[in-house]
């Protein structure tokens, strides 16, 4: 395990909830048999439901563990992580969830740029420039790939009509213009394929020398989104008593409550089928076709150059252009939101968690956390040394990942109660573990009453509670008495002996990691589960009454049951 010894996991009954596979268990094992009803910590079932009690949540109207399976997420608002500013949820979507402020990380080591001026200003009122952006950790800045900004605000808005190596994008508005201009001479007929793709002498899809540039990332993305946008808007019937009411671009329009509105004789009209959306067939409509001669050039230019100049994976997927290849065509990308988000039971959508709206605060206004509401389990081993107030060189500390075989050793079972009422705890424990290795446990005081968390002034003032004498190391333990307690806690012993190392246990080898003989990883592993059941009156709240005092006095209790399963790991058993 990951968590040194020893630990103790919350069982959330989650992971068994399924109606259908309980009751065909039901119909197949008797109501009456308690091994069927045991926890088996080993199952696979039951890596998806151990959790340490921190991890854990509590609903009270459900009065259940939840944990991070059994909850349901809501997003209450957006932020950016760099600038700590709110972003609305209505343009969330649009902007691509990032920050469409002066926020950017670098596209190098992914840290926070900075808007920094390459020349200072003169005079007092001179407002310097030009601006870059520049990576404080590896200092790779905008310089690189030749793009500066006029002004340091705005930098989302300069930057879209920059592109690498200082030319100007055309904007959406112009690629839109030219496109239509391109449509309009095809149309004609006067110009031929190749040149209504190249474009006219001043159209901004051509370079400085004047030669046709090939279409960007964001043209061909611009033109497939038009294809599609009047591709949809031919599909959409124009006549709202059509006998198919498809419409791609909005499913409740008009047209289709007009349609269900419609008269009896057009409702049995023979309905037909809506002709098929075509897919792009040109350059103008964002069809992008293969260039053998940028491969070669991409070839030729890692022969000059060598793999230092080209990008790795992290760094090509963290880029809006997936199809860049060389550190020359790298960008500054945005910062990416965050979200503030709350928590509900799956089960009645009662709010387990939510945190403060204001950005910068780290409270919560609800948190029910399962440790406020679940007493704590902790396991010990009760040596000579944990008892003995000076401990020296003859009393070593206890070796958790040593138990042998068939020797009883006592552990020390501690529960404390976060409760402000008195429970009464009930433990039960099968008579040997499940798995290959069936270890023997024996709780020598099964029930036991847990003080209520009060303050720690009634305990010092309090005379109920007789503090228990300590007992030494070697002394006998009784059965039905607890070992110790306190204000809200109590300790009881838990006896173990430990089972003997099968070949069919599949010990593991500390070498290489293997398992021998050929059973299940970790059957060295001395889990043990253990049932808790908790007893106790809680006062009852107005809104659990329902009708407040008309059902009930004022401060009226009512008892309540909660039980769980827990799994305690006690150590490693050493084949001897």
Not at 199 to 227: K, M, Q, V, Y
Not at 425 to 452: E, K
């Amino acid at each position: 395990m990951a968590q040194p010894f020893p630990y103790t996991y919350y069982a959330c009954d989650c992971f068994d909830s399924n109606t259908a596979a309980s009751a065909s268990r039901a119909a197949q094992t008797p109501a009456d048999d308690e091994d069927a009803r045991t926890f088996d910590p080993r199952s696979p079932r039951s890596n998806y439901a151990l959790y340490p009690l921190e991890h854990l949540l509590y609903c009270e109207d459900c009065q259940q563990i939840r944990c991070p399976r059994c909850v349901i997420e809501e997003t209450l608002n957006w932020y950016c992580p760099s600038c700590l500013f709110e972003v609305p949820s209505s343009v969330v979507k649009s902007d691509g969830n990032r920050c469409t402020r002066n926020c950017y990380n670098c596209p190098v080591c992914t840290s926070p740029m900075t808007v920094s001026s390459l020349e200072k200003p003169t005079e007092p009122s001179a407002t310097g420039g030009p601006y870059i952006l520049a990576c404080p950790y590896c200092h790779w800045s905008t310089v690189e790939i030749g793009i500066e900004f006029e002004k340091h605000t705005g930098i989302t808005n300069q930057l879209s009509r920059i592109a690498n190596g200082g030319k100007t994008l055309p904007t959406q508005k112009e690629r839109d213009k030219e496109r239509e201009r391109r449509k309009e001479a095809e149309a004609r007929g006067g110009i031929g394929g190749r040149d209504i793709l190249s474009g006219s002498e001043d159209s901004p899809t051509r370079d400085g020398e004047g030669n046709a540039a090939p279409p960007g990332h964001d043209d061909i993305f611009s033109n497939l989104s038009a294809f599609y946008k009047a591709q949809m808007q031919a599909q959409t019937p124009s006549n709202p008593f059509s006998p198919h009411d498809l419409n791609f671009s909005s499913p409740s329009t008009y047209s289709r409550i007009m349609n269900l509105y419609s008269s009896t004789a057009s409702k049995k009209q023979k309905r037909e089928k809506p002709a098929l959306m075509r897919e792009a067939a040109s350059a103008l409509e964002g069809l992008a076709l293969h260039d053998p001669a940028s491969d070669i050039a991409a070839i030729e230019r890692i022969k000059k150059e060598g793999w230092a100049s080209t990008l790795s994976p992290a760094r090509k997927l963290a880029q809006l252009n997936p199809h860049v290849r060389f550190d020359s065509e790298l960008r500054p990308t945005a910062s990416l939101l965050c979200t503030k988000r709350g928590k509900r039971c799956r089960s009645c959508r009662h709010i387990l968690s939510k945190p403060e709206s204001k950005i910068t605060s780290t409270r919560y206004k609800i948190k029910l956390l399962a440790l406020n509401h679940i007493p704590r389990l902790s396991l010990r081993a009760l040596s000579p040394a944990t008892t003995t107030t000076t401990p020296g060189p003859s009393h070593p500390p206890f070796n958790y990942n040593a138990l042998r075989p068939g020797i009883p050793i006592h552990f020390l079972l501690h529960l404390s109660n976060p409760l402000f009422d008195p429970i009464r705890v009930t433990l039960a424990t099968p008579s040997t573990t499940p798995g290959a290795i069936a270890s023997r446990i024996t709780i020598l005081c099964p029930q036991f009453d847990v003080g209520a968390n009060t303050d720690v002034w009634d305990d010092a003032l309090s005379s109920s509670l007789s503090p228990i004498a300590k007992r030494s190391g070697d002394a006998q333990f009784e059965a039905g008495k607890i070992y110790d307690r306190g204000r809200n806690w109590t300790a009881v012993v838990l006896e173990v002996v430990p089972g003997f190392v099968t070949p069919l246990g599949g010990k593991r080898d500390e070498a290489d990691g293997d398992v021998k003989g050929g059973g299940e990883v970790d059957a060295d592993l001395l889990e043990i589960p253990v049932f808790v059941r908790i007893e106790f009156e809680a006062d009852v709240s107005v809104e659990e009454r329902g009708l407040g005092d008309s059902r009930g006095s004022k401060g009226e209790k009512e008892r309540r049951e909660e039980a769980f399963w827990t799994v305690l790991g006690a150590g490693r058993i050493v084949d001897v």
